[in-house]
């Protein structure tokens, strides 16, 4: 059976979704009969760049267009849908990277059109290209022949040379909003007469992630796994092994509850049932995204951030469980001690009282301490677009001192420090203009902080958590 995503590719401009941008300039070339030699389709996967180059080359051999639109009914527009034109090749340049395609191309490209009035070449990926296969390239490009046009696909235009892009039309293609991919998605469910709800619908928008192609094959496979009954929520989570929405609410509920015990029991759980544990930190995260999107609370940004530091820091251990198994109890434990102040340090003898109490917070500073919310400095740089900062103080765990703020990364972060390293100064400055304070700032790679995190969970719980080498 063909495939889903196959079976409803667009094959007319009118019925391309979004993509105002490449569709304008497309349509307007077609109109004004003044079609670029080469273009550059750049944008995620599953955009519609394969999709449009197809529509446009069969507006460009049509004989029964209309305006910019192609018949889809002739012989060329379907030979072209099929994929079997003479003059219409697509070339995947992911698994021909090398010269040999590119020179086969460059010889043949002065031949006049079999079929149609142009030749089209689509190339898929051509970022992936060998550096003399762009050279020839080049060469063609420089000197375009008559009645061609090259459609250059990629997904990472920062891997073109800039000489390519200097000699091509760039057109850039969106990720989808959400809502787009759910018209869509209701359309095909309609279409194939699959009964399913709307919130599993929106649960496989949201799975997606913006990319049409994956939403289509995942809608396929959860109406695959369900036969013929009525699809809801627990199908969908069913299908496509999503730890259910409950236990996510769990989760973050026993977070910003403070209870680190809770916190570990569900992480143990969530892995236990054969979840992954790094899309559960996902879905927790696109859930508190959406909780703030509908009701901004500072409680749930600060909870966002702790997320945010759990994901990447998880990234750097082999063992994903116990990584975000005590990141997790880190976090609750943070919270813990905002309700209750934190107690005195004390000779840890009555381990399993401390337990109970759950007051003890995770503190592996040893120094009293004043944690401080930088959410407006990273909303400034958010708004600048200073990515590489914002990502470099989202992972670090800031605290103040006196005149002093601390700045500290765990040691598998050594990159983000170096980075600040040469920046200390705007950093300052930064505190100073967005957060209103007058600080010297201090950079620090903190050799001991895991160490003592370990240790500290280990007192804490003694017996249940194995640090395992
Ligand atoms: N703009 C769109 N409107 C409607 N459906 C779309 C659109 N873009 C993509 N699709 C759907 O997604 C499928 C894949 O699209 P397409 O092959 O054009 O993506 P692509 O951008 O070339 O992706 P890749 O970079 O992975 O090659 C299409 O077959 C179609 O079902
Ligand atoms: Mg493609
Ligand atoms: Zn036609």
């Given at each position: 059976?063909?495939?889903?995503?196959?079976?409803?590719?667009?094959?007319?401009?009118?019925?391309?979704?979004?993509?105002?941008?490449?569709?304008?300039?497309?349509?307007?070339?077609?109109?004004?009969?003044?079609?670029?030699?080469?273009?550059?389709?750049?944008?995620?996967?599953?955009?519609?760049?394969?999709?449009?180059?197809?529509?446009?080359?069969?507006?460009?051999?049509?004989?029964?267009?209309?305006?910019?639109?192609?018949?889809?009914?002739?012989?060329?527009?379907?030979?072209?849908?099929?994929?079997?034109?003479?003059?219409?090749?697509?070339?995947?340049?992911?698994?021909?990277?090398?010269?040999?395609?590119?020179?086969?191309?460059?010889?043949?490209?002065?031949?006049?059109?079999?079929?149609?009035?142009?030749?089209?070449?689509?190339?898929?990926?051509?970022?992936?290209?060998?550096?003399?296969?762009?050279?020839?390239?080049?060469?063609?490009?420089?000197?375009?022949?008559?009645?061609?046009?090259?459609?250059?696909?990629?997904?990472?235009?920062?891997?073109?040379?800039?000489?390519?892009?200097?000699?091509?039309?760039?057109?850039?293609?969106?990720?989808?909003?959400?809502?787009?991919?759910?018209?869509?998605?209701?359309?095909?469910?309609?279409?194939?007469?699959?009964?399913?709800?709307?919130?599993?619908?929106?649960?496989?928008?949201?799975?997606?992630?913006?990319?049409?192609?994956?939403?289509?094959?995942?809608?396929?496979?959860?109406?695959?796994?369900?036969?013929?009954?009525?699809?809801?929520?627990?199908?969908?989570?069913?299908?496509?092994?999503?730890?259910?929405?409950?236990?996510?609410?769990?989760?973050?509920?026993?977070?910003?509850?403070?209870?680190?015990?809770?916190?570990?029991?569900?992480?143990?759980?969530?892995?236990?049932?054969?979840?992954?544990?790094?899309?559960?930190?996902?879905?927790?995260?696109?859930?508190?995204?959406?909780?703030?999107?509908?009701?901004?609370?500072?409680?749930?940004i600060a909870l966002a951030r702790d997320l945010?530091?759990?994901?990447?820091?998880?990234?750097?251990?082999?063992?994903?469980?116990?990584?975000?198994?005590?990141?997790?109890?880190?976090?609750?434990?943070?919270?813990?001690?905002?309700?209750?102040?934190?107690?005195?340090?004390?000779?840890?003898?009555?381990?399993?009282?401390?337990?109970?109490?759950?007051?003890?917070?995770?503190?592996?500073?040893?120094?009293?301490?004043?944690?401080?919310?930088?959410?407006?400095?990273?909303?400034?740089?958010?708004?600048?677009?200073?990515?590489?900062?914002?990502v470099a103080l989202v992972q670090a765990k800031?605290?103040?001192?006196?005149?002093?703020?601390?700045?500290?990364?765990?040691?598998?972060?050594?990159?983000?420090?170096?980075?600040?390293?040469?920046?200390?100064?705007?950093?300052?400055?930064?505190?100073?203009?967005?957060?209103?304070?007058?600080?010297?700032?201090?950079?620090?790679?903190?050799?001991?902080?895991?160490?003592?995190?370990?240790?500290?969970?280990?007192?804490?719980?003694?017996?249940?958590?194995?640090?395992?080498?």
């Open positions: 059976m063909e495939a889903l995503y196959r079976k409803y590719r667009p094959k007319s401009f009118s019925q391309v979704i979004d993509q105002v941008q490449a569709k304008l300039v497309l349509q307007n070339a077609i109109l004004t009969d003044r079609v670029s030699h080469a273009y550059i389709f750049s944008g995620p996967r599953g955009s519609g760049k394969t999709t449009l180059a197809r529509i446009l080359a069969k507006a460009l051999n049509c004989p029964n267009r209309k305006d910019f639109e192609p018949c889809c009914t002739c012989e060329s527009c379907v030979s072209i849908d099929k994929g079997n034109h003479p003059d219409v090749v697509e070339l995947d340049a992911a698994s021909n990277r090398g010269i040999d395609e590119i020179r086969r191309i460059r010889d043949a490209v002065v031949f006049k059109p079999m079929m149609g009035l142009y030749k089209v070449y689509i190339i898929d990926e051509f970022h992936m290209l060998t550096r003399e296969a762009f050279n020839a390239l080049l060469k063609t490009l420089e000197e375009p022949p008559e009645r061609v046009v090259f459609v250059l696909a990629t997904t990472n235009l920062e891997r073109v040379p800039p000489t390519i892009i200097s000699r091509c039309q760039l057109i850039e293609f969106r990720s989808f909003k959400e809502d787009d991919i759910l018209q869509q998605l209701k359309f095909v469910a309609s279409k194939e007469n699959v009964p399913i709800d709307e919130d599993a619908l929106k649960l496989i928008a949201k799975r997606a992630s913006g990319g049409m192609r994956d939403a289509l094959t995942l809608f396929e496979q959860v109406s695959s796994y369900a036969l013929n009954d009525r699809i809801t929520v627990e199908t969908v989570e069913r299908a496509l092994g999503l730890a259910p929405i409950g236990t996510v609410e769990e989760y973050l509920r026993a977070l910003m509850d403070g209870d680190p015990r809770q916190a570990s029991e569900i992480v143990d759980r969530v892995y236990e049932e054969g979840y992954d544990i790094e899309q559960f930190i996902q879905i927790c995260l696109e859930q508190v995204e959406e909780k703030i999107t509908v009701h901004p609370s500072t409680e749930m945010m530091n759990l994901t990447s820091e998880m990234r750097f251990f082999e063992n994903k469980k116990m990584a975000c198994k005590l990141l997790s109890m880190d976090i609750a434990a943070k919270r813990g001690t905002k309700a209750q102040p934190t107690q005195p340090a004390q000779e840890q003898t009555k381990n399993v009282e401390r337990v109970e109490q759950k007051s003890e917070a995770v503190n592996v500073q040893s120094k009293p301490t004043d944690q401080i919310d930088i959410s407006a400095l990273l909303d400034y740089l958010r708004e600048q677009g200073d990515m590489a900062m914002y800031i605290a103040k001192r006196d005149g002093t703020v601390e700045v500290s990364f765990l040691p598998s972060q050594r990159f983000q420090y170096e980075y600040l390293r040469e920046k200390l100064f705007e950093l300052e400055y930064l505190f100073k203009t967005q957060l209103k304070l007058n600080v010297t700032v201090e950079l620090k790679v903190d050799e001991e902080r895991e160490k003592q995190l370990l240790e500290k969970l280990q007192r804490m719980f003694p017996g249940r958590i194995k640090i395992e080498e």
